[in-house]
């Protein structure tokens, strides 16, 4: 059964840098798009980011850009996610996620198979 699996996150205060990480199967990470998504308590989910096949292309929520990176390493079959000027409104839980298609904006159904989250917690 194919799976993603996160890793990193924490707590940190405002202004530090954070690094996640989605891994998967060689199969997995050949052929999907990656994408983060995260969800804070009594909000609905949120867009964050998302890679091609190829890391050719990404995209990414307009309350991140600028401060977050999305990057992938298919030899490695890995994603990362590196965050920086953290912020307390990017508390939330982050979740990976793979998807064949690659639409901009997602709408997030396209995603299929879900990371087990991982959470983020920024305190001022």
């Known amino acids: 059964q194919e799976q993603l699996v996160q890793s990193g996150g924490g707590s940190v205060q405002a202004g530090d840098s954070l690094r996640l990480s989605c891994a998967g199967s060689?199969?997995?990470?050949?052929?999907?798009?990656i994408g983060w998504f995260r969800q804070a308590p009594g909000k609905e989910r949120e867009f964050v980011a998302q890679?091609?096949?190829?890391?050719?292309?990404?995209l990414y929520g307009d309350s991140v850009k600028g401060r977050f990176t999305i990057s992938r390493d298919n030899a490695k079959n890995t994603v990362t996610l590196r965050m920086s000027d953290l912020k307390p409104e990017d508390t939330a839980q982050y979740y990976c996620?793979?998807?064949?298609?690659?639409?901009?904006?997602?709408?997030?159904?396209?995603?299929?198979?879900w990371g087990q989250g991982t959470q983020v917690t920024v305190s001022s």
């Open positions: 890679i091609s096949r190829l890391g050719t292309s990404r």
């Open positions: 060689e199969r997995i990470f050949r052929g999907y798009v």
């Open positions: 996620a793979a998807s064949i298609n690659y639409n901009e904006p997602p709408s997030g159904t396209e995603f299929t198979l």
